[in-house]
């Protein structure tokens, strides 16, 4: 972000009587993606260094492997819909800012582990636990405050900040990949230094677009603005959490994507964050560079889509969703299948482009059919998909490995998810919804 664009949004901030010369909420949505860029590029070089460790550095067996990666999903499953009720009542932008200071501590707390040889399980998953505690907490203030700084093209702002996402991801994949040369303990510290960042980039995203910081500073908060001033009552964030599954429940467009995205949570996420690390080191007898450089072709697919679904949009939603889960299943089974490393890398790259069809077209269903005042709980029912199925494909599949073997977990997962889609396609309305 330039000097001369800060000095415009702060002046604008402060000076009712005169407006910026961007477009509305430009300004605000540049800083928003900025703090999404630190989110994901510290997310990116965490996935890295946090399997590195595992099968790198402790050698730990695929049972142990799943389970340190259930710990790290697992807060989400009981957490985001709390998360999400939260995020209604209080300004997301304060959120953040709080979530990315808290962050880079057990980050630093890893790092000193590693400085002193002293990692061991129980560090790490105490660590996975703690860093997926405040994940369940910024992805709904996150979503919840997307909607405020989008504008008016909706679709063309979730694919930019898909793309920035996934782009972030993957330079912070790359950026871990250099764990071989200067160590793990300061990437680390390069990991909470990039968390710690984003507080600044949430601190100047208004929570409103910037109209409506302009008529905050005019008139004072909006009636339907969050209550800052409402404390938080434990019975009231539980009735606002089953308002929101309610919501979804009832909600025809909803129902059917947020199936969808739980299997993608069960039959993707959780074995990719356990299969992928164990097959490049076992199979391919790759280190953390190998690791990173895998780990950076799927962002860079889902963010090559994204870049294209935010120039051409898309049509039919929930076929192209159904479409993009059958075509990245077909692209997982052969990732079990014994390919050359660089066909592996190929594959991989594919499947984040189908992730990118997938993405794109169910945040956009749930920003579009999510009544604003319930937008955090909603979307936190969305995140819950994701992170709420991703522990259970991950317990599952450091135990299937065992049995069956990496390739076949791969192969097991990939036919669930078809089956599933072939149901979703006769029996649902999901093809339907535009």
Known sequence: M????????????????????????????????ANVGSWFGAFGMQGVLFAWILVGELEAESRWVGTAQTASMLPSLFLLMVGGAIADRFDPRRLLIAIHLLAPLP??????????EALSIPIVIAFALSIGTLTAFANPAREALLARVAGDDLMSAISGMTAVQFCCQALGSVVAGLARIIGSPVALVIH???LASGAIFAWFTPSQ???DALEYNRSGPKKSGPDLTRSLDWRDTLAGMLEGLAIVGRTRELRGSLIAVFAVGIFFIGPFSVVLPLIIRDEYGGGVD?????MTLFPLGTISGSLVLRKFGLRNKGRSMLIALACAAA???????GLPFWSFGLATFGWGLGGAIFINSSRTIFQQHAPSAYRGRVLAAYQLGFTGGAPIGAFASGFIISEVGLGETFFVSASMMLLLVLAMSLFSDLPKID
């Open 107 to 116: 980050v630093l707390a890893l790092a000193y582990a590693a400085s002193q």
């Open 2 to 33: 330039s000097k001369e664009s800060t000095s415009n949004h702060l002046s604008a901030l402060s000076s009712p009587g005169k407006t910026s010369t961007q477009p509305k909420s430009t300004i605000g949505y540049r800083w928003f993606t």
């Open 209 to 211: 677009d910037q109209s």
């Open 290 to 294: 190998q690791l990173a450089l895998a």
């Open 192 to 194: 909470a230094l990039i």
């Open 331 to 337: 692209l997982q089974a052969s990732l079990g299948s």
